[in-house]
């Protein structure tokens, strides 16, 4: 859980007790790649974190997969839905696995009496929600205004790693380029 744990303690001090017991509700799974984790119209009631591997999240617009996220070590997995309305998940909303992984799961209903019982785990999850929140609003903003070079240099330079290990079709969709814009840049930019 090394990845898990350095996640937490860099985004807050946090007492060994708390995380010890919050640590105690985490059950290990792995998961294979391919596979997919969220599907459409089902409640799920766990969250995910990732100590080993990458997803990433994505809708269908007419018949064609539009990413919308990705996610790795450290990081959180849940429906949008089930977390936050406890009602099932988008008619089009999906998480895969883009590489064999072992993830963490707790129970929502678990993690939010953690939250209640103990204000770092609040404060963490808290953190975590707005440090998304903020990266949302910026890729909207940017999407508004750059170009498609600035929006793929911007997204290199803050997840190099991510182009070693995700497949160029669905960064190209997240950026909202094509694989053949994408391909130009990448041999331009170089």
């Given at each position: 859980?090394?990845?898990?744990?350095t996640s937490?303690?860099?985004?807050?001090n946090?007492?060994d007790?708390?995380?010890?017991?919050?640590?105690g509700?985490l059950?290990?799974?792995?998961?294979?790649?391919?596979t997919?984790?969220?599907?459409?119209l089902?409640?799920?009631?766990n969250?995910y974190?990732?100590?080993?591997?990458?997803?990433?999240?994505?809708?269908?617009?007419?018949?064609k997969?539009?990413?919308?996220?990705?996610?790795?070590?450290?990081?959180l997995?849940f429906?949008?839905n089930?977390?936050y309305g406890?009602?099932?998940?988008?008619?089009?909303?999906?998480?895969?696995?883009?590489?064999d992984s072992?993830?963490y799961?707790?129970?929502?209903?678990?993690?939010?009496e953690?939250?209640?019982?103990?204000?770092?785990?609040s404060n963490?999850l808290?953190?975590l929600?707005?440090?998304?929140?903020?990266?949302m609003?910026?890729?909207?903003i940017?999407?508004?205004?750059?170009?498609?070079?600035e929006?793929?240099?911007d997204f290199?330079?803050k997840n190099?790693?991510?182009?070693?290990r995700?497949?160029?079709s669905?960064?190209?969709?997240?950026?909202?380029?094509?694989q053949v814009t994408?391909?130009?840049?990448?041999?331009n930019i170089?």
């Open positions: 859980m090394d990845k898990i744990i937490i303690t860099n985004i807050l946090i007492d007790e708390i995380l010890t017991k919050f640590l509700y059950h290990p799974m792995t998961v294979p790649k391919k997919i984790l969220i599907r459409p089902i409640t799920d009631e969250v974190i990732i100590e080993k591997g990458i997803a990433r999240s994505y809708i269908m617009i007419n018949e997969e539009v990413t919308s996220w990705f996610s790795k070590e450290g990081e997995i429906s949008t089930s977390f406890k009602t099932e998940g988008y008619e089009n909303e999906r998480v895969q696995i883009l590489e072992l993830l799961y707790i129970k929502i209903s678990d993690l939010e953690l939250c209640f019982q103990h204000i770092e785990i963490w808290r953190l929600h707005q440090k998304a929140f903020v990266e609003e910026r890729r909207l940017y999407r508004l205004y750059m170009s498609a070079e929006r793929y240099r290199y330079a190099p790693e991510i182009f070693q995700v497949n160029l669905f960064i190209a969709s997240y950026l909202g380029i094509s994408l391909w130009k840049l990448r041999k170089k």
